[in-house]
């Protein structure tokens, strides 16, 4: 039943070949839907337009034209119909070019009636609650800011939440392409669904297809029992692929298998499954760099990058800089049970024109440190520690050139340790020596894991 009201979702279905037409009325019918057939473009744009449809599906070839003229026509009108093309085998290219212009999936011939029945389920919202639809409550908060260069990302991000294509996020360390991410999939019509994070740089090569695929008992030593993979796991949902740049080339080769046939078999498996994941992935690297270089398939790359989303830095926005320092004050003062502190007017000067080598997650270091620091009232300019550090005086092995976390980590716990040391583990000695409050030092010692 259509979320929209008691009545069945009506599905327009655009073809010119009868005996295709006729298989997917069939399918639908049985499904409890309604069905309208349009036997090319022009039958098809003139039935949208007289309005009542929910869901389009679409044929590519036909004797009057595309099906993305008809894709096409439901994005200029701004009709909200979400609108699915069927691809020749082989053609994939045409249905990303369809996902670029609009489309909310593609399915390729022959038509998997199971993979079908899928994509109809996701686009009319059905065997699923009606709040599925709406925006995850909080969701709009993930991103604070007034700058053009947030509102366009999170402007596109509404788009993307409509859509089943694949999704590229692209920015720099610490810009928040996770949270993007989740942002786009809390919006989405797979909001109840899980959503699935993955850093593909800390799994380590040999266990790349069975943490993605899963294994089938006994498939291999150590095999004590079956398992799913990231993909089982994020059926019906999202797969938010991190650092994607990272992969090994034949595991490049397995995904894009996977997003091509929407099927995957387990190690040890003869049999494929279907899955239903939409792909999101992201990564600080230039993505084009690594194709040019021959570290990533270029195949892959065009599937993945169907649409690029760029999350801004902290210098684009910097306007937004005491907002955003605002909502992370107000957080973490909730979650460690305290009254939020000020920031002084020279401490707000101060981030205001910092240059955030770690964007978001730097100025949140930052914060947590001078919540820690600070009188418990207000934040001044030596609370945040904005010094920067001669080059010479940098640790070589870092995770992320620019950001300082872990170095300042490693110089505050050998402060406190060594204060502790000198107090025979007097905290509140300890805390006098160090120039903190009592309250300031217990919870650095929990930040920092020191017991």
Do not use: W
């Amino acid at each position: 039943m259509s979320k929209k009201n008691s009545k069945p979702a009506r599905v327009l279905v655009v073809d010119d070949e009868p005996h295709l037409r006729e298989l997917l009325e069939l399918t639908l019918l049985k499904m409890g839907l309604d069905v309208e057939l349009a036997d090319g473009v022009a039958a098809a744009v003139a039935r949208l337009d007289q309005g009542g449809i929910d869901l389009c599906l679409t044929d590519m070839r036909m004797q009057d034209g595309n099906g993305l003229d008809v894709v096409r026509h439901i994005d200029t009108q701004g009709y909200d119909i979400p609108v699915a093309v069927i691809t020749a085998y082989g053609s994939l290219d045409n249905a990303v070019e369809a996902l670029k212009a609009g489309a909310f999936d593609y399915l390729a011939k022959p038509v998997s009636l199971d993979q079908l029945r899928t994509l109809v389920r996701s686009a009319l919202n059905l065997d699923k609650p009606a709040s599925t639809a709406r925006a995850v409550p909080g969701t709009d908060k993930v991103f604070i800011g007034e700058s053009p260069a947030i509102r366009e990302a999170l402007a596109l991000i509404d788009k993307l939440a409509k859509s089943q294509a694949p999704v590229y996020i692209t920015g720099e360390s610490g810009s928040g392409k996770e949270r993007a991410a989740r942002l786009i999939h809390g919006k989405s019509l797979r909001a109840e669904q899980p959503f699935v994070p993955v850093n593909c740089g800390a799994i380590p090569e040999n266990l790349m297809e069975s943490e993605f695929f899963g294994y089938k008992k006994g498939a291999f030593t150590g095999a004590d029992g079956e398992r799913d993979g990231f993909f089982q796991a994020a059926d019906g949902g999202t797969l938010f692929l991190d650092e994607v740049a990272d992969l090994p080339l034949a595991m490049q080769v397995k995904l894009l298998r996977v997003i091509q046939e929407k099927k995957v078999r387990k190690i040890g498996e003869t049999r494929e499954e279907a899955v239903d994941v939409r792909i999101i992935c992201a990564t600080h690297q230039d993505l084009a760099k690594c194709v040019e270089e021959g570290r990533f398939r270029q195949d892959l790359y065009y599937r993945l990058n169907v649409i690029e989303l760029r999350m801004p830095s902290l210098r684009d926005m910097r306007d937004d800089i005491p907002a955003i320092a605002h909502g992370v004050l107000a957080r973490l003062a909730s979650q460690n049970g305290m009254d939020e502190p000020r920031l002084s007017p020279d401490a707000l000067a101060a981030l205001t024109a910092y240059d955030f080598a770690g964007n978001v997650r730097e100025l949140e270091n930052i914060l947590e440190r001078a919540l820690a620091l600070c009188d418990g009232r207000v934040i001044q300019p030596d609370d945040l520690q904005l010094k920067r550090m001669d080059a010479e005086e940098m640790p070589v092995d870092r995770g992320e050139i620019g950001l300082l976390q872990d170095y300042l980590d490693r110089v505050e716990k050998e402060a406190i340790l060594s204060a502790l040391d000198k107090t025979r583990f007097n905290r509140t000695q300890a805390a006098k020596l160090l120039g903190v409050t009592f309250r300031s030092l217990r919870y650095r010692m929990e930040r920092l894991g020191i017991n």
